[in-house]
């Protein structure tokens, strides 16, 4: 590898660290890199601003040979955020998942969600649960105030630190 490369290798680590991104495989050419980590890094999930950050880092990938079709893609936010509602995601309460399993916003099929966005919500309510190698895990708000978005969908896996919910502090 090149001292430009090893750079880029370093900002790469640091970048999925900071985002708390556990594993990832890049192939570009001849260059294969897979990096796992053995506990999650602490940080928030990636978002697609983070991912195009990541695009960025490693910049264009090379030309493929013809035999192979792999390579990066960032992803672009779909809408741009204006002024006021970033100032107002900011002013927002995140609730985590303590857990890495698979979310469900309810405690059966068809039963009604825990909670749903326009809720009033107080501290120590359920909010969803998380399952874990078949246990049910109820995750209650660290935080009394008004649900204002749910950041997953029922049965998406979630990983540790993973945004679950906003809310509107009172």
């Known amino acids: 590898m090149t001292p430009?490369?090893?750079t880029?290798?370093?900002q790469l680590i640091e970048f999925l660290k900071e985002n708390g991104i556990g594993e990832f495989d890049f192939e570009r050419g001849d260059t294969k890199v897979r990096i796992k980590f053995d506990q999650p890094a602490h940080g928030s999930s990636a978002s697609a601003l983070d991912l195009a950050r990541l695009g960025q880092l490693l910049g264009p990938p090379q030309q493929?040979?013809?035999?192979a079709s792999h390579g990066i893609h960032a992803v672009a936010p779909s809408a741009e955020t204006t002024g006021a509602d970033a100032d107002e995601d900011k002013?927002?309460?995140?609730v985590k998942s303590p857990i890495v399993g698979t979310f469900y916003e309810s405690s059966s099929p068809g039963s009604a969600a825990f909670v749903k966005i326009g809720d009033e919500i107080e501290n120590g309510q359920v909010l969803c649960i998380v399952e874990a190698m078949k246990l049910m895990n109820e995750i209650e708000s660290d935080a009394a105030g008004e649900v204002v978005?749910?950041?997953?969908?029922?049965?998406?896996?979630?990983?540790?630190?993973q945004p679950l919910f906003?809310?509107?502090?009172?």
């Open 8 to 10: 880029e290798l370093k």
């Open 149 to 161: 978005k749910r950041l997953v969908t029922n049965g998406q896996p979630v990983e540790y630190g």
């Open 64 to 67: 493929p040979p013809a035999s």
């Open 4 to 6: 430009d490369e090893i």
């Open 91 to 94: 002013a927002l309460h995140i």
């Open 166 to 170: 906003a809310l509107r502090l009172h």
